[in-house]
């Protein structure tokens, strides 16, 4: 297999493009019992040898692909799962995905190291007895900033939404889950509310933040805050807690709201259809091992559900609020919940009206 | 023009390819598509299922998309269109021109610089013009060297349409330098070995004679643009949804398909309007299409 | 033909004007500045758009990175293949509409701009449902490449196309059917005409509807990333997942790869086409 691959590459760099067309190169066996996985997860949420060290240790080729968001996962499955085995979707997508035939059982008797997870992850409401998900990752949604552009810390998302402290230096992510998420609990409502009173009044405060937002992101929050185009953004933790790895400067933070916010977990699930199902079963076996778990943090640097993971990481690692934050804090985050498709479709409908405004 | 009857092969020939490709995989998929703008999400079991419909069961689409956010979003898709469509004729005219008239050594040397750019991804295009826009972008750190003002000028409705007019350019220039370059120089020489000015051949000559190649390029560039949603879902702040967003939206997270292909076709409907618009003009103008 | 003037002749020598100059300029300015930033980041240490030094590290990473690179062959073979068959099937219909009268012509027009018309996202979605409800979706997988990639082919024929109809419409709207009479008259036959007449009369629109369609398949996103699976991505989807989280630099490195890669593609086919160019001599 890697032949023919480097025959590719060989192609590619004798002939050029125009001629790569016209050769057919035999490039996949038609082998029935094929040693292959295909992953599709989300762009750096993998350890950088996590797949290579895998392949290694099974034999199994395994590739990986990349979506942005649950929509777009959602929406290339519900086409027809065109060949992914295991993929990442997020808490609230699961009982959806479930509905939809859209995920395999988990057989757990092939993978014994679900007993790495931690009690309160083996079992979850939006997936009793974790039939068909595994957690991966969790973490916190909040506002990360830039500390020299900040009189105080911004802990609250009355600064985001109706005081101009910040204004046209604001990025929310732009979807209705996020946008109404946000307005909810700056009114002091559920994360996951659908009272039509709540959401009207959320609808007009983000309405109304809109002189002030500079921008209703994607998953880029992170970068809009780190190359200086906002100064206060909300975003994920673990895509806050990247940056400010990454920058020198220590110039960034990140900070719970007061008012509470919303708490997420990743998980790993095998999608309907897939492929390589046997594959799949040992690839989740794989990254919940302890040393591969660790290596995966190591990278990516999430919040991991994985105790035997953790334990090996360093204390900086494990004493990091922004990664690990009080249980006071998460108190006051909602776990984000699928609404059923009539309240998803109502706030849609709130939620356009709010970009047409 | 020949009567196909008099040449049945050659029309044949012609025709069937084309015309097989568009019913297979064009027509018969969009078939999909107008059946699922007339569904609605089935009920099963008391609850609204996620992937079930009932085929061909309301109109309560069409209804919806009536609504006034919809049509908010139509006419700003519109306008922003027209505006960017404006601009590429304005950049692209003189341009094709210049080509044109330069001498065949740098002809196709100056049409591939104004093209070459295109070939690189719209996203990666999209993704240059924001490291360009960004407020530590290239444009203020230039501005700021010459201890001008700071812009910002990225994520608002003027970066979102220089962001149709950088993707949609092309598409103008190269039916304008298709027409131009076949454009008989004579009648130019004529009108002005006549007397004509300069402007007075340019609109009474040289515009009539190339406005095939205006008209496709309107609306190559304006089509297009009035469906787009990827420069301003990457360019735009918080004003900045188009119809081509609400239609994605529908596709993606509100997981709501059959309004998602209402709406979808509803903007296929005013395209249909501004094809039907343009059909009437060039009838009255000239018939060149005749 | 008309005749042509030298350069420096007389008032029509409009490429030689000062301000056509600076507007020449100042456009490609427009154009390139972005790009040239694109390739200058491709350089960058890291990865946040701040300048923090210069590396090929990105170049060495992005030629072993497996999904860059084979997203980036993907591109181009779907492109190479839709780029033919478009131009083909485009000039063929081109020349039926020109040429013929028959019953239902302005529908089967308005037909033929359909998918000019139609929003990207909505055929992009018609196609995966059309491919999943047909199987073509499953039974493509395992196809040796690039066969595989057969669905995005397809589609990308089938948008493509029609563009290269309109351009060669509209340069066949200024052709003298006297030649091809002429032709016929001096004893050629239908294809005869064809091949020797029209052919070459078209080649400038051929090559530029070609480019079009190059440019188009190479640019499809949305309609490619509904029918694309695990073996199939191309360089727009993979650019799409990264552009909405975090990009890097490879990615800058790989376009910049894409970039060297067209224009001698170009500059190639630039070359083959010349001497066919009727107006020369």
Redesign the interface.
């Known amino acids: 297999m890697n032949n023919l691959k480097s025959n590719r590459r060989q192609l590619l760099k004798g002939a050029g493009a125009a001629m790569v067309g016209i050769t057919l190169m035999p490039y996949k066996s038609m082998a029935a019992e094929e040693k292959k996985l295909n992953v599709y997860n989300w762009d750096t949420y993998i350890g950088e040898t996590t797949l290579a060290d895998f392949s290694s240790a099974t034999g199994i080729e395994a590739k990986m692909d990349l979506f942005g968001s649950n929509d777009e996962l959602f929406a290339k499955l519900k086409a027809g799962n065109p060949g992914y085995d295991v993929i990442v979707p997020s808490s609230n997508y699961i009982e959806r995905m479930v509905k939809a035939n859209m995920l395999m059982p988990i057989d757990h008797a092939k993978v014994p190291n679900i007993a790495n997870l931690d009690k309160e992850f083996q079992d979850a409401d939006f997936d009793p007895g974790r039939k068909y998900s595994l957690a991966y990752m969790w973490g916190t949604f909040g506002i990360g900033y830039r500390k020299s552009k900040a009189k105080a810390t911004p802990d609250s998302w009355h600064l985001l939404l109706d005081d101009p402290t910040y204004a046209g230096r604001i990025s929310i992510q732009g979807t209705a889950e996020f946008g109404f998420g946000i307005a909810l609990k700056t009114l002091g409502y559920n994360w996951n509310s659908t009272d039509a009173t709540e959401l009207g009044k959320a609808k007009d405060l983000l309405i109304a933040s809109k002189k002030n937002i500079k921008i209703f992101a994607k998953d880029n929050g992170q970068d809009l805050l780190a190359s200086g185009d906002v100064d206060v953004c909300a975003e994920y933790s673990g895509d806050i807690v990247q940056v400010i790895k990454a920058d020198t400067s220590n110039d960034l933070g990140y900070v719970i709201p007061k008012e509470g916010s919303n708490r997420w977990q990743d998980t790993v699930a095998i999608a309907a259809g897939a492929p390589h199902p046997e594959n799949a079963h040992a690839f989740l076996n794989f990254i919940l091992d302890g040393q591969n778990n660790a290596n995966i943090v190591k990278t990516i640097g999430y919040a991991t559900p994985n105790a035997a993971g953790r334990a090996l990481m360093d204390d900086e690692y494990k004493n990091n609020h922004n990664i690990f934050p009080s249980a006071e804090q998460l108190a006051l985050c909602d776990p984000g919940k699928y609404l059923g498709e009539d309240a998803t479709k109502y706030r849609d409908e709130l939620w356009t009206a709010i970009q047409a405004a | 023009m020949d009567n196909w009857k008099d040449f049945r092969k050659v029309f044949f020939t012609l025709m069937t390819p084309g015309t097989f490709w568009m019913l297979f995989f064009f027509v018969v998929p969009m078939g999909f598509l107008f059946v699922l703008s007339f569904s609605s999400k089935a009920i099963v079991n008391g609850e609204t299922s996620i992937l079930d419909y009932n085929y061909f069961s309301t109109i309560t689409n069409y209804v919806d998309a009536a609504g006034s956010s919809y049509l908010v979003l139509l006419g700003r898709a519109v306008l922003w269109s027209a505006i960017a469509t404006v601009v590429s004729l304005l950049l692209a005219y003189p341009l094709a021109f210049a080509v044109c008239f330069s001498s065949p050594k740098w002809r196709p040397i100056l049409l591939l610089l104004l093209i070459l750019p295109f070939w690189i991804n719209l996203l990666i295009r999209t993704y240059a013009l924001i490291q360009v826009m960004r407020t530590n972008g290239f444009l203020n750190q230039a501005l700021g060297f010459f201890h001008l003002p700071q812009t910002d000028i990225l994520f608002g409705t003027s970066a979102v349409i220089m962001g149709l007019v950088y993707v949609y350019l092309p598409f103008m220039v190269l039916p304008l330098y298709s027409t131009i370059e076949k454009l008989d120089k004579s009648y130019l020489e004529a009108s002005l070995d006549l007397g004509a000015s300069q402007p007075r051949t340019f609109w009474s000559v040289t515009l009539p004679l190339t406005m095939p190649g205006v008209i496709t390029g309107i609306i190559l560039v304006f089509i297009p643009c009035l469906g787009s949603f990827l420069t301003s879902d990457l360019l735009g702040g918080p004003n900045n949804w188009m119809i081509g967003n609400a239609i994605q939206n529908q596709f993606g997270e509100a997981n709501n398909w059959p309004f998602g292909a209402a709406l979808s076709f509803i903007l296929m409907y005013a395209t249909f309007f501004v094809l039907f618009v343009r059909a009437m003009l060039t009838r009255r103008s000239k018939g060149v299409d005749a | 033909m008309?005749?042509?003037?030298k350069?420096g002749q007389g008032?029509?020598?409009?490429?030689s004007?000062l301000w056509?100059?600076i507007?020449?300029a100042l456009?490609?300015l427009?154009?390139?500045?972005?790009?040239a930033?694109?390739i200058a980041?491709s350089f960058n240490v890291d990865?946040?758009?701040?300048w923090h030094g210069f590396t090929f590290q990105n170049y060495i990473k992005a030629w072993h990175n497996?999904?860059i690179?084979s997203a980036l062959?993907n591109s181009?073979?779907?492109a190479?293949?839709s780029t033919?068959f478009s131009t083909?099937?485009?000039a063929?219909?081109a020349?039926?509409l020109w040429?013929?009268?028959?019953p239902f012509k302005t529908p089967f027009e308005?037909?033929?701009?359909?998918?000019?018309?139609?929003?990207?996202?909505?055929?992009g979605?018609?196609?995966?449902?059309?491919?999943?409800?047909t199987g073509m979706?499953?039974a493509v997988?395992?196809?040796?490449?690039?066969?595989?990639l057969i669905n995005i082919i397809?589609?990308h024929?089938?948008f493509s196309?029609?563009?290269v109809?309109?351009?060669v419409r509209?340069?066949l709207?200024?052709f003298n059917r006297q030649l091809e009479e002429a032709s016929k008259d001096l004893g050629a036959t239908?294809w005869q005409t064809f091949t020797n007449v029209i052919v070459p009369f078209l080649m400038?629109?051929l090559v530029?509807g070609g480019?079009?369609a190059?440019?188009l398949s190479?640019?499809d996103?949305?309609i490619t990333f509904?029918s694309?699976?695990?073996?199939?991505?191309t360089?727009?989807v993979?650019?799409?997942?990264?552009?909405?989280?975090?990009?890097t630099p490879q990615?800058n490195a790989a376009?910049t790869v894409?970039?060297v890669?067209?224009?001698?593609?170009?500059f190639?086919a630039?070359k083959i086409q010349a001497p066919a160019n009727p107006?020369?001599p």
């Open positions: 008309a005749a042509r003037l350069p008032p029509l020598d409009y490429g004007r056509l100059k507007l020449f456009v490609l427009f154009l390139y500045a972005p790009i930033s694109l980041f990865k946040t758009g701040v497996d999904a690179f062959s181009l073979a779907i190479f293949c033919i083909v099937l485009g063929m219909t020349l039926a040429r013929f009268k028959f308005g037909f033929l701009a359909l998918p000019i018309v139609v929003p990207e996202i909505c055929m979605v018609a196609l995966a449902l059309f491919y999943s409800k979706m499953t997988r395992d196809w040796i490449w690039p066969l595989n397809i589609a024929i089938a196309f029609p563009f109809a309109v351009v509209s340069r709207v200024g239908e400038p629109s530029a480019l079009l190059f440019t190479l640019d996103f949305v509904f694309s699976g695990p073996n199939s991505v360089f727009p993979k650019i799409y997942s990264m552009v909405k989280t975090t990009i990615i376009s894409l970039i890669i067209t224009l001698l593609a170009t190639i630039m107006e020369k």
